[in-house]
């Protein structure tokens, strides 16, 4: 396995309650990414970054806030839990392959968040 | 906009039997696709991309721009083949972000 660690691994938490889940690498990958997986809708992209400081929506970004201060640390926080966001959360990371050829993500464990 | 659809969310087949996966993109632009596979207890993980042109534990997929698919071809399964396949696609652009098929999951009984 790639070096992507998650933790915490499983967290179960209230409504209302903040909640920032970390994704830790080894690899000096530029770009980190973070997944949600929900069955019927496969994994769905929350936010990325292509750089330290450099961070973007994804597609489900609502209540979702990102930071990276540091290469190889990437924290998804939930403002203000909501029972919505009960999923498995998976950080991804990728490296820029030859010319324009997309490069291959890398997953860590998953983070399986319940919000009561 | 860019969507994958997977159509079946199992697929269940005795082994040595024949598999195919589907997968099916819109997308308007020169993508990029892959299979992804998930097996029990493990990390998600590249299975094949169609720039490769290879063949994985078997598994084989061509690309048809005509048809817009990119379907998973194995002629026969095994049941370590058991697990959850997705059908991602990359878009022609500098953040590799990649969009995801809502997933089949592959059932192989002995």
């Known amino acids: 396995d790639a070096g992507i660690t998650q933790s915490p691994r499983h967290k179960v938490t209230e409504t209302g309650t903040p909640v920032t889940l970390r994704c830790h690498q080894t690899e000096n990958h530029r770009y980190m990414y973070w997944y949600r997986q929900d069955p019927g809708h496969g994994l769905r992209l929350i936010h990325y970054s292509y750089g330290v400081k450099d961070t973007d929506k994804g597609e489900v970004s609502d209540g979702y806030s990102v930071s990276r201060s540091k290469t190889e640390d990437f924290l998804l926080t939930l403002e203000s839990a909501t029972s919505s966001q009960t999923s498995v959360y998976f950080c991804?990371?990728?490296?820029?392959?030859?010319?324009?050829?997309?490069?291959?993500?890398?997953f860590g464990p998953g983070t399986r968040l319940t919000v009561l | 906009a860019q969507r994958v659809t997977q159509p079946e969310k199992l697929l269940s087949v005795f082994k040595g039997a024949p598999v195919e996966l589907k997968c099916n993109y819109s997308?308007?632009?020169?993508?990029?696709l892959f299979w992804y596979v998930q097996y029990s207890r493990q990390r998600l993980q590249l299975l094949l991309r169609?720039?490769s042109r290879e063949s994985i534990k078997g598994f084989t997929a061509d690309l048809n721009k005509g048809e817009t698919s990119f379907h998973l071809k194995k002629p026969f399964a095994q049941e370590e083949d058991s697990a959850m396949y997705y059908c991602a696609l990359s878009r022609a652009d500098s953040s590799y972000k990649l969009i995801f098929g809502s997933g089949t999951r592959l059932l192989v009984r002995p």
């Open positions: 997308y308007s632009g020169s993508p990029e």
């Open positions: 169609h720039i």
């Open positions: 991804a990371i990728s490296d820029k392959a030859g010319g324009d050829v997309a490069a291959e993500q890398f």
